[in-house]
């Protein structure tokens, strides 16, 4: 089982970054997809959540209305997409799959600064 992250960068106040995470070795059609992070110092935090169809998602109120999770299953991979970015939401962002058996990311960096 494999999750893999990428997309993660620097970037400055209010730009845009697109993560993905590929996934491989399970049946991803079956699975609940979310996004975490976790900035230093802190505890790891949810950030959005898609079901397993793409019909439902659901978002951490910091983020509503700049973050877009989806996904596509036919690649087996979910994507963040990340606008309007702020110094507060630098953080590694992991991937992160539930069907009561769970999988998690190694996470990617995502740095905003100026």
């Known amino acids: 089982v494999q999750l893999v992250e990428s997309g993660g960068g620097l970037v400055q106040p209010g730009g845009s970054l697109r993560l993905s995470c590929a996934a491989s070795?399970?049946?991803?059609?079956?699975?609940?997809m979310s996004w975490y992070r976790q900035a230093p110092g802190k505890e790891r935090e949810f950030v959005a959540t898609?079901?397993?169809?793409?019909?439902?998602?659901n978002y951490a109120d910091s983020v509503k209305g700049r973050f877009t999770i989806s996904r596509d299953n036919a690649k087996n991979t979910v994507y963040l997409q990340m606008n309007s970015l702020k110094p507060e939401d630098t953080a590694v962002y992991y991937c992160?799959?539930?069907?009561?058996?769970?999988?998690w990311g190694q996470g990617t960096q995502v740095t905003v600064s100026s």
């Open positions: 992160y799959a539930n069907r009561g058996v769970v999988y």
């Open positions: 070795g399970f049946t991803f059609s079956s699975y609940i």
């Open positions: 898609i079901s397993s169809n793409g019909a439902e998602t």
